[in-house]
Each structure stands twice: as structure tokens, then as C-alpha cells.
């Protein structure tokens, strides 16, 4: 996820909007591995339908913009446009600094308007991020961001990388992550030094308004040896089989380790088996350093967007995706 070099310093869907959002276009243009969506910084990018049927994306401070919008026409798989004219949450949030503002992430509820979570830098330990809420009455915002944060315990690191998920009951969800590394004793992305912090992906259940919190977030996921340093950028889908994938990020942002990979489970709140490789790593289909993934599903398979490293930054990519069995693997060719 997006540092900017400052390690040192649902969300309730509609039934209809539900049911738009899952409706990838048939029939996508395929590109090469290594061909961006459209060549501009762009990271952790995530992903919404309008029932228009238009796709737009989110994504991370740049661009001489607190949070990034881009829009894709009717195709999640064709280039995009970067909406250059729209900064998507022009205010700043009372508890944030205003920059770095990472991960954002936008869901509709049944009452029209649009929720959108976010990764604020905390204005009182610019070292240290936590999840915030914005509201806005289009997709597009402006967003008004709320005067606290939504999670935000400092002492264990933080938090970032909020998603919204409803499960097929109804049951609303914000996935984010503890930002342990944030409070790590040195190392690749501050936390391979020992004692290793830890850097759970959570799981909040909220009202249908995806802000009111229901009860405790329980912990899903964690980091193991072989991820590193962290595990992070957390967005989960339910296949029509009942396949419960979380799709994290592992490695650090800011070296060749950083991947996509997945999880999967029975159940929204595991236990989530790990995959044996990452979906995706440097190397494969000429990426470097893919992560970020949003995943949206699509009977079932699904897609995805992610970023990975490009000359001016990072950038956007989107791609179909099958699964089988339990494996899930990206259709690029």
C-alpha cells in the first residue's frame, strides 16, 4: 500500500447496486501482462459500478489530489481515464494531516447515497494512519469526511486498507488492516527485525449504513514467515459455490517482494486458508511489484484491479480471473 516514503515519520450495497456490481462485461479486451489500463500513478486502485453501468475507480493521494478518481466506460477491461478535473475528497478530514491519504474505498447504500473509506495520516502522529468514513450524495463525491476516525488504536500501529463486503445474507462487513509494521522494530517495510509486530486483517460488522459498528472486529488473517513483513490491502468475495477469497497483499510495497495472493475459507470469518504460490509476483506476466488488489465478482469468476510499478509510479492494471476448486489464477495473456 502506499507509504509515499513516510514509514520513517459496507458498507451496505443495495440489492440492485449488488447485482450491478457483480456484472463484468462479456467478452473483455485482453491485454498484455504488463500493459497499464491507462499510464498514470495510480495505486491501490478499487472498483465501482454506477448503475449506469459505468465503471469507475479510487485511488491513492497523487496526482495533485487527495484521492484519485479514474472512469472506465462500460469496460473494466479496455483503458481508462484519469479524471484529472476532480479530486474526489477536496476536504480535509479533522484528524488528518490531508496527505498520504491511501486505499480508498466507495459502496452505495440502500438510502442513494455513497460511502467511501479511506486511510487517513493521523494529524497528531503523522507516522501512524487510521481508517476514516466520507459521504457524499454522487460517486464522484465531493466527500465529506467525518470528524473521527472509523478505527484507530495508535498503540498496536493503527489501521489502513478498509474494504467493504456484504456476505449473502445481508451481513455488512469493513475489512482493514492493523498496521503493525508501522510500529516494527526496522527492517523491510520496519518489521523483519525481531520481535515481528503483528499485522491482522480485521473484520468489523456494521449497520446497512456501513459506518455503525455492530460489536468487535475479530481478527481473519495474519501474517506468516513467509509473507514477511506484513500482510495487508485486504478485499474479500463470495463465489455461488460459498467460497469465502480474501485477496491480501504481501511482501513490502517498496521492494520486488510485494505480490497478490489469496486465502480462501467456508466463512466470512475463516479460519482462511492460504494459497501455495501468490496469484500474482514480480516477474510474472513482465509486473513488478503488483498489490492492491479489488476484487469484484462475476458469477463464477471474477475480476480484479491492482497496481504495479511503472515509470510514473504506480500503476493501474485490470484483469478477468477464474476459479477452480480453490485455486484462483488471473486470465492474462
Known amino acids: 500500500m502506499n507509504r509515499l516514503l513516510s514509514m520513517l515519520a ?3 450495497l443495495s440489492s440492485s447496486l449488488l447485482v450491478a456490481a457483480s456484472v463484468i462485461p462479456s467478452n473483455p479486451v485482453k491485454r498484455t501482462g504488463q500493459e497499464p489500463v491507462f499510464n498514470s500513478d495510480f495505486p491501490d486502485p478499487s472498483l465501482f459500478l454506477e448503475d449506469n453501468g459505468t465503471w469507475y475507480a479510487f485511488g ?11 472512469k472506465g466506460g462500460s469496460s473494466l477491461y479496455k483503458q481508462w481515464t484519469l479524471l484529472d478535473e476532480i479530486d474526489a475528497m477536496p476536504q480535509i478530514a479533522a484528524w ?19 460511502v467511501m473509506y479511506f486511510s487517513g495520516e493521523v494529524k497528531a502522529n503523522p ?3 487510521c481508517i476514516g468514513i466520507a459521504i457524499s450524495d454522487t460517486v464522484t463525491g465531493p466527500y465529506i469526511p467525518d470528524d473521527e476516525p472509523f478505527a484507530c488504536d495508535l498503540d498496536i500501529g493503527g489501521a489502513i486498507d478498509a474494504s467493504g463486503f456484504q456476505d449473502d445474507d445481508g451481513t455488512n462487513y469493513v475489512l482493514y488492516k492493523v498496521d503493525g509494521n508501522s510500529v516494527g522494530h526496522g527492517g523491510s517495510c520496519g518489521n523483519t527485525v525481531q520481535p515481528i509486530a503483528p499485522t491482522p486483517i480485521m473484520l468489523q460488522e456494521v449497520e446497512v449504513d456501513g459506518v455503525t459498528k455492530i460489536g468487535d472486529a475479530v481478527e481473519i488473517f495474519n501474517r506468516s514467515d513467509e509473507d514477511g513483513p506484513l500482510v495487508e490491502a485486504p478485499s474479500l468475495l463470495r463465489t455461488p459455490q460459498g467460497l469465502y477469497i480474501l485477496f491480501f497483499s504481501s511482501g513490502c510495497y517498496l521492494e520486488p517482494t510485494y505480490n497478490v495472493n489469496y486465502a480462501t475459507s467456508t466463512s466470512a470469518k475463516g479460519p482462511f486458508q492460504r494459497a501455495a504460490r501468490p496469484m500474482m509476483r514480480t516477474g510474472d506476466f513482465s509486473l513488478q ?6 476484487a469484484v465478482s462475476v458469477g463464477s469468476s471474477f475480476g480484479i484491479a491492482f497496481h504495479a510499478n ?10 478477468p480471473t477464474t476459479v477452480d476448486g480453490k485455486e484462483v ?5
Open 10 to 12: 459496507a458498507i451496505a
Open 60 to 70: 491513492t493521494t497523487g496526482n495533485g489530489k487527495q484521492v484519485q478518481v479514474a
Open 329 to 333: 489464477m488471473v486470465d492474462i495473456s
Open 310 to 319: 511503472c515509470p510514473q509510479g504506480r500503476c493501474m492494471h485490470t484483469t
Open 96 to 114: 488528518t494531516t490531508g496527505r498520504n491519504t491511501w486505499a480508498p474505498d466507495v459502496h452505495k447504500t440502500p438510502t442513494g447515497s455513497y
Open 289 to 294: 511489484a503488483p498489490g492492491g488488489a479489488s
Open 127 to 129: 507516522a501512524r494512519h
